[in-house]
T-cell receptor, first 115, second 115 residues
Framework: NAGVTQTPKFQVLKTGQSMTLQCAQD?????MSWYRQDPGMGLRLIHY???????DQGEVPNGYNVSRSTTEDFPLRLLSAAPSQTSVYFC??????????????FGEGSWLTVV | AQTVTQSQPEMSVQEAETVTLSCTYD???????LFWYKQPPSRQMILVIR??????QNATENRFSVNFQKAAKSFSLKISDSQLGDAAMYFC????????????FGGGTRLMVKP
């Protein structure tokens, strides 16, 4: 059971480039979300999904797109990278209910630097 | 919108002593969850403790306990018998009852443990 897997772990981008951060979970969780963590701050919600085919914006969605074609995968796309998007990105998932329904599982983070 | 405030950017404690980290939040909801997460230098998000707002009893997990004051919207974390491995960033987080895995985080408190 791998939990929440994020790739890549480290990435350097040039301003204007696009890229996709991958997130996969093998726990059949309905809820998935992406957060960013800037230096010295807490995590902020970028986008979230309550199930396959359903996504919505969080607190800081500008410059990012998401899709949820399967329950397992929730990729985050940076459309045109900017230095302000330099951050650590976390993917998280949660089951709807059950014994683990209140536990949110986080990936290990993806460190992105935009130069 | 909900906000979470951690007023102590840094705290230090002597090994084996007790320390309390503060957190206040603002919400108009009556049903919600509160969490404390630990983030070591690896950036992994580790759940320390969880409190359901409808429960009057304060949550405890081994050396970690909370003081939940619903009317005052206060949620402090007490770490007893502090250990060197407790040194990390600690984040307080809030989730509305039916809000999937959408967390609102405080800005964090860096805890240093002195041998």
């Amino acid at each position: 059971n791998a939990g929440v897997t994020q790739t890549p772990k480290f990435q350097v981008l040039k301003t204007g480039q696009s890229m996709t951060l991958q997130c996969a979970q093998d726990m059949n969780h309905e809820y998935m979300s992406w957060y960013r963590q800037d230096p010295g701050m807490g995590l902020r919600l970028i986008h979230y999904s309550v199930g396959a085919g359903i996504t919505d914006q969080g607190e800081v969605p500008n410059g990012y797109n998401v899709s949820r074609s399967t329950t397992e995968d929730f990729p985050l796309r940076l459309l045109s990278a900017a230095p302000s998007q330099t951050s650590v990105y976390f993917c998280a998932s949660r089951d709807i209910a059950g014994t683990s329904g209140n536990t949110i599982y986080f990936g290990e983070g993806s460190w992105l630097t935009v130069v | 919108a909900q906000t979470v405030t951690q007023s102590q950017p840094e705290m230090s404690v002597q090994e084996a002593e007790t320390v309390t980290l503060s957190c206040t939040y603002d919400t108009s909801e009556s049903d919600y969850y509160l969490f404390w997460y630990k983030q070591p230098p690896s950036r992994q998000m580790i759940l320390v403790i969880r409190q359901e707002a409808y429960k009057q009893q304060n949550a405890t997990e081994n050396r970690f306990s909370v003081n939940f004051q619903k009317a005052a919207k206060s949620f402090s974390l007490k770490i007893s018998d502090s250990q060197l491995g407790d040194a990390a960033m600690y984040f307080c987080a809030y989730r509305k009852y039916n809000a999937g895995n959408m967390l609102t985080f405080g800005g964090g408190t860096r805890l240093m443990v002195k041998p």
